[in-house]
């Protein structure tokens, strides 16, 4: 998919939308349609970052490459890859720059080499560029220092070399450099990580012509695995594609987004680290690759539940967090950074995320789906998951009734909320199947029995007459998208009248051109200040749900015109505001997920 053409502008900030993700597998960047690098963490996801001007454009620090002159940009994928391509067309000549990270054997991993090969395609063009790296969020001091062919960045924690195949300058925190590339001329910067004495290691032509090809080979081996051939082949395979980059290999975790803090509205407070785990969140990712057959990927999460996160006999949200570190650590502590000032001044920056302490039952539900779905697309279960699945539905069944916080993730108190019982319908539900269809042991006397008082506790509390839906609470009467789900998980039938009335209901108040808010927090204050825009993966709940309920040309019309709202490249961030500008962490593995499944479900209806 090519990019819109974008004409260079001295603003500090980018629209969120106006950049690509490029990675390793174990951490990612963001590259904007300026060709900077405006937010990179090493050497893995949630570490602290190199740059992150995106955040504060004056302390966050950047690598900055471009023409000299005036340029129009357009940026793409290289096909079937997460190589980006950014072309800038000046008056004199066409250049791009080629962006990647090679997905390196373990021994090579470390270096976490970050590879920008610089082509001049037409005519004659001056470039420059400016290497200012901030460590630690822009609060560690470090040192640079010139060597042979190559740039040493050092600070306390963490040393970065640059090579360049142009000579380089430096000053006390700065390299840069200015060069002229004429058709056919190739320039290379590469950034590694580097430990103790271990001396730079440049990156020739050559080299890096071989890493560009071993790169691009192994994205195109990876997406053959796709079995998805249907209307919506290249933006499900981007998404499939980002889904990846968003992957941990060293433990299997997926994390949310590669990105801490992008506002769900500008100047407002509601900025989150997304740099972690989330076990709901990883559960659906999981079910959306194995929809596409990427087995791999559900077998790294399966080891990733059984090796590196522990249950808890006591913890305050039973036997899991909502969330876990890459690593599988469950200490995330929260704090804000007050030093830098925020996207376009949306402050707080926040590290960390006190949000896992909380009580979400509905994760459980989640997790123990997606489980199902593995043992019965993948390969059935070892007696060592059997028993922890058996251990959470236990959990399940003597605390479902508990009232928490919610999948939104509300900081106003807890309610007994529609969605946590559902899904704590669904987790009991998955596993009698798992049971009956493997034989397995399992306290189906008293499963049954709790899978359908839950059941009927929502028909008969989930319900308001008043409002003729499904709503958010017990006892309230505000609508909640999240209800959507129903049918998805099969809870109900996705064309009993009930249901269609509710879907009626959410279509009237919560829906806009195919666009869903959440909720409405005046109606349902969250505790947190600020408003927010409407929620991507919402809008393709509800495409799946108008799909299910048979009403097919509502259903095709709202997915192409969320189609509309991703960027150049196929990316989504968490939500969109009321002007169709991306917010929020970007990009978001929800919103991707999401989109994979309406695609699957919807195409399989058309037929």
């Avoid at 249907?230 to 499939?240: D, K, L, P, Q, T």
């Avoid at 949306?346 to 989640?366: C, E, F, H, K």
């Avoid at 699945?389 to 508990?402: M, P, S, T």
């Avoid at 989504?572 to 695609?599: K, M, V």
Wanted: glycine share 8%; with cysteine.
């Amino acid at each position: 998919m090519s990019g819109a053409e974008t004409q260079h502008t001295s603003a500090p900030y980018l629209p969120i939308a106006e950049h690509g993700l490029i990675g390793d597998l174990r951490t990612a960047a963001l590259v904007g349609t300026n060709g900077t690098i405006d937010w990179y963490c090493c050497p893995s996801f949630d570490s602290p970052s190199v740059f992150a001007s995106i955040l504060d454009a004056t302390r966050g620090g950047a690598f900055e490459l471009s023409p000299a002159v005036p340029a129009e940009t357009k940026q793409f994928y290289f096909p079937d890859t997460n190589v980006l391509i950014t072309r800038f067309f000046t008056e004199d000549g066409l250049g791009e720059i080629q962006d990647f990270m090679p997905v390196e054997d373990v021994g090579e991993a470390d270096r976490h080499r970050l590879i920008r090969r610089v082509v001049c395609v037409r005519g004659t063009i001056p470039f420059r560029a400016r290497v200012a790296p901030r460590f630690g969020y822009g609060a560690h001091s470090h040192t640079v220092r010139m060597l042979e062919h190559a740039a040493l960045f050092a600070s306390e924690a963490l040393s970065l070399t640059l090579t360049a195949t142009v000579p380089l300058k430096c000053d006390e925190k700065d390299v840069w450099t200015e060069f002229e590339l004429s058709q056919g001329q190739m320039t290379v910067f590469a950034l590694d990580q580097v430990s103790g004495e271990t001396p730079p290691r440049i990156c020739p032509l050559a080299e890096a012509d071989r890493a560009f090809t071993s790169t691009v080979a192994f994205w195109r081996r990876w997406l053959q695995q796709s079995c998805y051939r249907g209307r919506w082949r290249e933006m499900v395979h981007r998404s499939a594609l980002t889904l990846k980059l968003l992957t941990y290999v060293p433990t299997g975790a997926i994390v949310a987004a590669p990105t801490t803090s992008l506002p769900e509205q500008i100047g407002g407070g509601r900025n989150w680290d997304y740099r972690y785990a989330w076990v709901r969140d990883s559960a659906f990712a999981l079910y959306a690759l194995l929809r596409l057959g990427f087995y791999h990927e559900a077998a790294a999460f399966m080891d990733f539940l059984t090796h590196h996160i522990d249950q808890r006999e006591n913890g305050v949200s039973g036997p899991l967090q909502i969330m876990y570190g890459i690593d599988g650590r469950s200490e995330l502590p929260e704090c804000e950074l007050p030093h830098l000032e925020g996207y376009r001044g949306s402050a707080p920056v926040r590290i960390g995320n006190d949000a896992a302490t909380q009580l979400q039952l509905d994760i459980y539900g989640a997790l123990i789906d997606s489980v199902y779905l593995y043992d019965l697309w993948c390969q059935p279960l070892t007696s060592g998951h059997w028993r922890g699945v058996c251990v959470l539905v236990d959990w399940v069944c003597e605390h479902w009734d508990q009232p928490d916080e919610g999948v939104w993730e509300t900081r106003g108190g807890r309610k007994e909320f529609l969605f946590s019982r559902l899904m704590c319908w669904v987790a009991i539900d998955r596993a009698i199947r798992i049971a009956v269809h493997r034989g397995l042991p399992a306290n189906l006397a008293r499963w049954g029995p709790v899978r359908d008082t839950i059941y009927w506790r929502i028909m008969d509390k989930g319900w308001s007459p008043a409002r003729q839906a499904f709503v958010q609470y017990e006892g309230g009467d505000v609508l909640d998208a999240a209800v959507l789900m129903m049918p998805l998980t099969r809870f109900i039938a996705p064309r009993d009248p009930v249901w269609l009335s509710t879907l009626d209901a959410l279509g009237n108040e919560l829906v806009s051109d195919s666009l869903i808010w959440r909720y409405d927090p005046a109606a349902s204050p969250d505790g947190l200040e600020g408003d927010e825009g409407t929620f991507s993966i919402c809008s393709f709940w509800y495409v799946e749900a108008l799909t299910r309920a048979g009403r097919l040309d509502e259903a095709r019309l709202a997915f192409e015109k969320m189609l509309t709202y991703a960027n150049h490249l196929g990316l989504y961030a968490e939500e969109i505001s009321h002007t169709g500008e991306q917010l929020g962490n970007f990009p978001q593995a929800f919103t991707h997920l999401a989109l994979i499944s309406a695609a699957f479900n919807l195409d399989r209806a058309l037929g």
